[in-house]
């Protein structure tokens, strides 16, 4: 049973638009929630957070949205790059803090 | 230089061998895991360790064993390889207490034949 589900598992984007990449949540005890960036051949890096007390968080280009009644968060990217074409994961910390609950993933495309 | 280092990084294996990944840190965290990724699944846990006397299984432990050698090293071992381990393997360092922000390694791609 996925606890944290991101079910589009792709999305394609034109250069300089936004993009907007979707994550839900089933398990009320999470309290902090981040966003991952993964280029092939690369591990995971750390891009963005939030924690359960707040509803946005902004770090340049990217700005993340929690919806705690909905159990849904969501990453914008604005305005879109090329470089911006990763896969992207959502993650989500149990509320013991001991362990992270990823989501299958979507791979963002930026068309130039 | 690499924070968190995976060796190898690509490894091919026949059904039944034992296998080692290894990985080490110089971020000094006391926290570390091991993840496998399959497509259309994610990321999910194999293994954790708070110290190097703590240990504890993950969502998807049977097949795995692990060894923290010291602060600095992880290691998972498959003992007896089946394809169905055939994935992308990634170890990962946290800080606690923080906000849970892992730092991965560059991953070893695993098939087993």
């Known amino acids: 049973d996925q606890q944290v589900k991101q079910n589009s598992p792709s999305l394609s984007v034109q250069e300089g638009r936004i993009s907007i990449l979707n994550c839900d949540y089933t398990?009320?005890?999470?309290?902090?929630f981040l966003w991952y960036k993964k280029y092939p051949a690369e591990g995971p890096t750390f891009l963005i957070s939030?924690?359960?007390?707040?509803d946005k968080n902004e770090d340049g280009r990217f700005t993340v949205f929690l919806n705690k009644s909905a159990k849904h968060l969501s990453l914008h990217i604005v305005p879109s790059q090329p470089g911006d074409s990763a896969v992207y994961f959502c993650?989500?910390?149990?509320?013991?803090?001991?362990?992270?609950?990823f989501g299958a993933g979507t791979i963002l495309r930026v068309k130039s | 230089d690499a924070d968190v280092t995976q060796t190898p990084r690509n490894r091919i294996t026949k059904t039944g061998k034992r296998i080692m990944l290894e990985c080490s840190q110089t971020?000094?965290?006391?926290?570390m895991y091991w993840y496998r990724q399959d497509p259309g699944l994610g990321l999910r846990l194999i293994y954790y360790?708070?110290?190097?006397?703590?240990?504890n299984k993950g969502e998807i432990s049977d097949g795995y064993s692990v060894s923290r050698q010291a602060q600095a090293k992880f290691s998972l071992s498959l003992e007896s390889a089946i394809p169905n381990q055939t994935a992308l393997y990634f170890c990962?360092?946290?800080?606690?207490?923080?906000?849970?922000?892992?730092?991965f390694g560059p991953g070893t791609r695993l098939t087993v034949l």
């Open positions: 990962a360092t946290s800080d606690f207490p923080g906000t849970m922000k892992q730092f």
């Open positions: 398990n009320s005890m999470f309290d902090y």
């Open positions: 939030i924690s359960s007390i707040k």
């Open positions: 993650a989500a910390r149990d509320g013991y803090g001991n362990k992270l609950v």
């Open positions: 971020k000094g965290h006391d926290r």
């Open positions: 360790s708070f110290d190097v006397k703590d240990i």
